[in-house]
């Protein structure tokens, strides 16, 4: 009982730092085996009961952790989607203003934060999920990463959000981005990881992606719809 509440303590002083996405993230790093990387997560805060659920979580109970994890991924989805449209709106025409500022940087946290909790769902619920994240320069001239960026939304939509896609700013002034940019090397744009592991380099069609996708994820749904080009 002491073990629990003080875990159960943990975590209520862990919401007031706002240090919830690093939990999350330290999860990955783990298992990426980078342990010099210091992220700045912190920023992006998540709520007391999410917290206290994934500090405490039994992973014994399978079903339990699953439903939890598959929860979370659709209130990041949610929320990203609330960011996105915040962010049009902050907006200034060429002019970036503190709010602009702000509200990017909590997206690049959100974003980063969705990735990862797809990977742990992965890794805990068998591969529900094809994982995708796509790295593009930021303000850098960039030729077709806006197109793959519009594919990649298209396939998580004709996938009924089975496969799911991340884009995130590799030029980010997050530490957390830095660490990514140098695991993966990301030095060509734009850059696809897929499920983590398998990179591919350059700008790829709607077919092109999923054709990848059935190389290395052969179960997904894609793989059984003919999608021409």
């Not at 970036?96 to 934060?113: A, E, G, I, K």
């Not at 090397?185 to 380099?201: A, C, Q, R, S």
């Not at 709607?206 to 793989?223: A, E, G, M, N, V």
Request: net charge negative; with cysteine; aromatic share 10%.
């Amino acid at each position: 009982m002491e073990n629990k509440h003080t875990k159960l303590m943990l975590a209520v002083f862990a919401v007031i730092l706002m240090i919830g996405i690093s939990f999350v993230f330290g999860y990955m790093l783990a298992s990426l085996k980078e342990p010099v990387i210091q992220t700045s997560l912190s920023q992006d805060q998540q709520s007391l009961e999410a917290l206290i659920l994934t500090s405490n979580l039994d992973y014994t109970n399978t079903s339990l952790s699953c439903a939890i994890l598959e929860a979370g991924i659709g209130t990041l989805s949610n929320n990203l989607n609330e960011l996105s449209n915040e962010l049009n709106s902050a907006m200034s025409g060429s002019v970036v203003t503190p709010q602009y500022s702000q509200l990017s940087n909590q997206l690049t946290y959100t974003r980063l934060n969705f990735w990862v909790l797809v990977q742990r769902t992965n890794e805990e619920c068998g591969n529900k999920f094809v994982n995708l994240l796509m790295f593009y320069p930021g303000s850098s001239t960039c030729n077709g990463c806006v197109n793959e960026g519009q594919e990649l939304a298209y396939i998580s939509y004709i996938s009924n959000y089975t496969t799911v896609a991340t884009v995130l700013n590799a030029h980010a002034n997050v530490s957390a981005v830095s660490a990514l940019d140098r695991y993966y090397n990301v030095t060509t744009f734009p850059m696809l990881v897929i499920n983590g592991k398998y990179i591919v380099k350059g700008y790829l069609t709607t077919p092109q992606i999923i054709q990848y996708i059935c190389k290395y994820s052969s179960s997904s749904d894609l793989c059984k719809q003919n999608i021409s080009s």
